[in-house]
């Protein structure tokens, strides 16, 4: 078993393919399409790293402040962000500002986003 993640995004597609994907790769997949349902999923099953997209229907930066949620009740949780934010909106950020511990520009190369799960989790 490779570790279970959680992914968090509003795209079904998303969610759809990244799990489906991850999943060939040996990972126990969990989703969750708002950052409501993710931290209750979070706070249930204890993901061993989490994927989050950074906008959300009820707000561009609905992500932004997810992270820094999941980071203050986990700080030892490793949040991967993947999104195409920076090619929609001129958004000003860097790394720290998101409290994540990758920061991905989708579409995401699959090979890239399986290597850096595996130096989170230790898989």
Excluded: C
């Amino acid at each position: 078993m490779g570790g279970k993640i959680l992914i968090i995004d509003d795209d079904s597609d998303i969610l759809e393919t990244t799990g489906s994907i991850l999943a060939y790769e040996g990972f126990e997949i969990h989703t969750a399409d708002s950052v409501e349902r993710g931290l209750e999923l979070t706070e249930k099953l204890s993901p061993d790293i989490v994927l989050l997209d950074i906008m959300f229907p009820e707000s561009k930066t609905r992500g932004f402040e997810a992270a820094r949620e999941l980071k203050s009740r986990w700080p030892k949780l490793p949040i991967i962000v993947l999104t195409a934010i920076n090619r929609e909106y001129a958004f000003d950020f860097t790394q720290q500002d998101i409290k994540a511990d990758e920061f991905l520009n989708k579409p995401v190369r699959t090979k890239r986003l399986v290597e850096l799960i595996r130096q989170h989790i230790g898989s």
